[in-house]
């Protein structure tokens, strides 16, 4: 069944027409994007399963890859997997847009709320670190020092602090994320973050914090008073 066949009040274009889009369900919308399903489920019908599937999370179903989609899924071809993906794709970068357009940094919150969009939907760890100039501006973008696995990636503290020489910046921060969820750093986290605030002091630069970024949540060494 196409979404034309479907009586005109469930027709979810017309109502985002008549309505707006936010009276529309995130299944609808995702049919929207289809157009389709399959001889056995309308367009939202399909969405409302594969949402299902997710939990009912916008965050789950972004982390599918095109096999997951296409493989599991039938009416899902490689051309309306594809339109997913880049939808979801785009509400990340609305998200790192908007974090992008706060430019000071003065609390570890700040640094959450700029990191969080970049890392929020990884399933690997990955650790960048932030350059920021006299008056607390960030000077340009985040800086990926590394990419990891699941549980941990390996970080060169001699990048970030040459990077920091670059950018000509007397300031930084380094934050990392936890996949897991557990906001609690390791014995690595603490190696490093001591092995960076070493090589900060020696070239006179001002480490401000070291952030463990999760889903909704953060661990920072300075309000822990350990930094």
């Known amino acids: 069944m196409i979404i034309k066949e479907l009586p005109p009040d469930e027709r979810p274009r017309e109502r985002l027409m008549e309505q707006g889009a936010s009276a529309l369900s995130p299944a609808e919308l995702l049919a929207i994007l289809i157009g389709s399903g399959n001889t056995e489920e309308s367009a939202v019908q399909l969405m409302q399963r ?13 982390r599918l ?8 899924y039938k009416g899902l071809g490689p051309a309306k997997a594809v339109t ?17 357009e706060k430019r000071y940094v003065t609390s570890s919150v700040d640094i959450y709320n700029i990191m969080y969009p970049r890392v929020r939907d990884l399933a690997h ?36 602090v040459r990077e920091a020489l670059i950018r000509q910046t007397p300031a930084l921060a380094l934050t990392h ?23 900060c002091q020696t ?4 480490f401000l914090d070291h952030i463990i970024v999760t889903d909704g ?10 930094l």
């Open 217 to 226: 949540d953060y661990y920072s060494y300075k309000e822990d008073g350990k």
């Open 125 to 160: 760890e990955e650790c960048h670190a932030l350059y920021l100039r006299t008056d607390n501006s960030l000077e340009g973008t985040p800086f990926l020092v590394s990419k990891g696995g699941i549980a941990s990636t390996q970080v060169d503290v001699r990048l970030v």
């Open 50 to 62: 594969l949402l299902k599937d997710c939990g009912g999370s916008l965050k789950a179903l972004s």
């Open 177 to 199: 994320n936890h996949p897991s969820g557990n906001t609690r750093p390791s014995r690595d986290d603490d190696q490093l973050t001591q092995r960076l605030q070493q090589a």
């Open 84 to 100: 997913i993906l880049a939808a979801c794709e785009l509400g990340k970068r609305r998200m790192m847009e908007m974090a992008a």
């Open 65 to 72: 890859s095109l096999k997951d989609l296409t493989s599991h």
């Open 203 to 206: 070239m006179n630069l001002k």
